[in-house]
């Protein structure tokens, strides 16, 4: 007898299948669809615990919250921050069900932060910001990668 990872594939098809004839049915928005593929996600983290369904999990409903938000007359960047938020919330929610650092495993910081700030800063100072951050952004990773080789260099 099958356990019910073994049947996940099926219940994520059914479960899709049903949000978007919903969709059709209700006469929804095409844009709920990204946010309702990510809840699915969502609820097969819950029952699996595998990370490999958290990653699109925060991913897509970050960026089907901000796609809502945006059509509803949000702001800023809300599309781009979702997205970032989303990066974000895959690392914290693997931190609080883990418990404990899990190597590699800070990987969504990076987009997350990257993303965030971005649309943070499209939303705050316009494009102009958007852009200068951008384009400046490969400093910050100078920056670290000449700190990382000197860290060891410089005594104390």
């Known amino acids: 007898m099958r356990g019910m990872s073994g049947g996940l594939p099926g219940v994520i098809l059914i479960v899709v299948g049903a949000a978007l004839f919903a969709v059709q049915l209700l006469h929804l928005d095409a844009d709920v669809i990204v946010l309702i593929i990510g809840l699915v996600f969502v609820t097969a983290f819950v029952v699996t ?9 925060g991913i897509l409903t970050g960026l089907g919250a901000g796609i809502l938000l945006e059509d509803y007359g949000a702001r800023g960047e809300p599309t781009l921050l979702g997205l970032g ?3 974000l919330a895959i690392y914290a929610v693997d931190r609080l069900t883990t418990g404990a650092r899990a190597p590699g495993r800070w990987w969504p910081l990076i987009p997350g932060a990257v ?20 384009q400046g952004w490969p400093v910050v990773l100078i ?14």
């Open 115 to 134: 993303v965030t700030v971005v649309a943070g800063a499209s939303g705050t100072f316009g494009d102009e910001g958007a852009r200068a951050i951008e």
């Open 85 to 87: 938020l989303g990066f």
């Open 143 to 156: 920056a670290a990668g000449a700190w990382l080789l000197l860290r060891g260099r410089v005594s104390t």
């Open 49 to 57: 615990r595998r990370y490999g369904l958290l990653i699109p999990a």
